[in-house]
C-alpha cells in the first residue's frame, strides 16, 4: 500500500499506541511509529507491520522539546511527505503523590510531555492538513483519560489536570478547524494494562483496581485502539469534538 493514506502515533513505540499502529497499518494506514527514547521497541513494531504487509518508519523524538517536535514532523515530511491522521498518544505519569508532595519539576514536565507537546503537535499537523493551508484534510485523536473526570485524588492530580486540559483543547481545536477538512476527537481510557502503571510506580494497578471497575478487569491496548481507529476513519465523518470514554464503565 505505497499510497495509502499517513498517520502519525507518538508514543507508538510501546503501549496503547503500538496498538494504534499496528491496527492502523492493517487498514491501510502507512504509519509513522514516533518514540522518545526505545529505540529497539519502535523498530520492533515497525517489523511487525512490515511482516504483515503494511509499510511504517520509525521516528526519534521528544514530544516535550521543540526540537524533538520538528524533528519528528521533519522525519514524517522525508518519509511520506503527507500527513492523513495524528494520534496524540505520547503520555507521562508519575508516582503516586499527594499535591503537597509533587514537585514543582515533575508537574512541569507533566504539562511539557502531555499538554505542550499534544498542542504542538496539533499544531504542526494543521499546518500538513488543513485545506486552509493548501492540506486536503485529515483527523486528529489525542488520549485523554478518565481521570480528567475522576480527578486521581491522592495519586496525581496533576496528571488527571494535563488530560484535562487535553479534554478542553480537543472541544476548541475541532471547532477551529471544522471547516478547514479537520475532525478532532479523543479518547478517554480507563484502566488499561500496559507499561505507564510500572512507570508510575505502580507494576500491578491494573490488575490491583480490576475490583473497582464495573466490567471487573482492566481494558487492553487493542482495545482502545480500537476506538482511536473508528475515530480516525471514515466511518466517524460528522463525529468532532467528542471525547469517547473508553473505561469499562469506571
Ligand atoms: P506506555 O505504555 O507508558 O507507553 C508510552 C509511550 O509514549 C511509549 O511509546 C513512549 O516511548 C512514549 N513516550 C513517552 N514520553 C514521550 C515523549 N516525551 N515523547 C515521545 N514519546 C514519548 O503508555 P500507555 O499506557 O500506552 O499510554 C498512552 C497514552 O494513553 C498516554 O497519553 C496515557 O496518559 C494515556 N492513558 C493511559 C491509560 C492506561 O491505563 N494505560 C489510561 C488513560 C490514559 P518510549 O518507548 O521511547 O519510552
Not at 487493542?222 to 473505561?247: H, P, Q
Request: charged share 20%.
Amino acid at each position: 500500500m505505497s499510497d495509502g493514506p499517513v498517520l502519525l502515533v507518538t508514543g507508538g513505540s510501546r503501549g496503547i499506541g503500538a496498538a494504534v499502529a499496528l491496527a492502523a497499518a492493517s487498514e491501510g494506514w502507512r504509519v509513522a511509529v514516533n518514540y522518545a527514547s526505545n529505540r529497539d521497541a519502535a523498530e520492533d513494531v515497525v517489523r511487525r507491520i512490515a511482516e504483515a504487509g503494511g509499510t511504517a518508519v520509525s521516528v526519534e523524538g521528544n514530544v516535550g522539546r521543540e526540537e524533538g517536535v520538528r524533528a519528528i514532523f521533519a522525519a514524517v515530511d522525508t518519509a511520506f511527505g503527507r500527513l492523513d491522521g495524528l494520534v496524540n498518544n505520547a503520555g507521562i505519569i508519575g508516582p503516586p503523590q499527594r499535591v503537597d508532595e509533587v514537585s514543582p519539576e515533575r508537574i512541569e514536565q507533566l504539562f511539557r510531555v502531555n499538554v505542550t507537546g499534544s498542542i504542538r503537535c496539533a499544531a504542526e499537523a494543521v499546518l500538513r492538513m488543513s485545506a486552509r493551508h493548501g492540506g486536503r484534510g485529515g483527523s486528529i485523536v489525542n488520549l485523554s483519560s478518565i481521570a480528567a473526570v475522576l480527578g486521581a485524588p491522592g495519586q496525581y492530580v496533576d496528571y488527571a489536570a494535563t488530560k484535562g486540559a487535553i479534554d478542553s483543547f480537543t472541544v476548541g481545536l475541532a471547532r477551529e478547524v471544522a471547516t478547514e477538512g479537520i475532525r478532532v476527537n479523543a479518547v478517554r481510557p480507563g484502566i488499561i494494562d500496559t507499561e505507564i502503571h510500572a512507570s508510575g510506580g505502580l507494576p500491578d494497578r491494573a490488575r490491583d483496581l480490576a475490583p473497582t471497575i464495573p466490567i471487573q478487569r482492566p481494558g487492553t491496548a487493542g482495545e482502545v485502539a480500537d476506538a482511536i481507529l473508528y475515530l480516525l476513519s471514515d466511518k466517524a465523518t460528522y463525529v468532532t469534538g467528542t471525547i469517547l470514554t473508553v473505561s469499562g464503565g469506571r
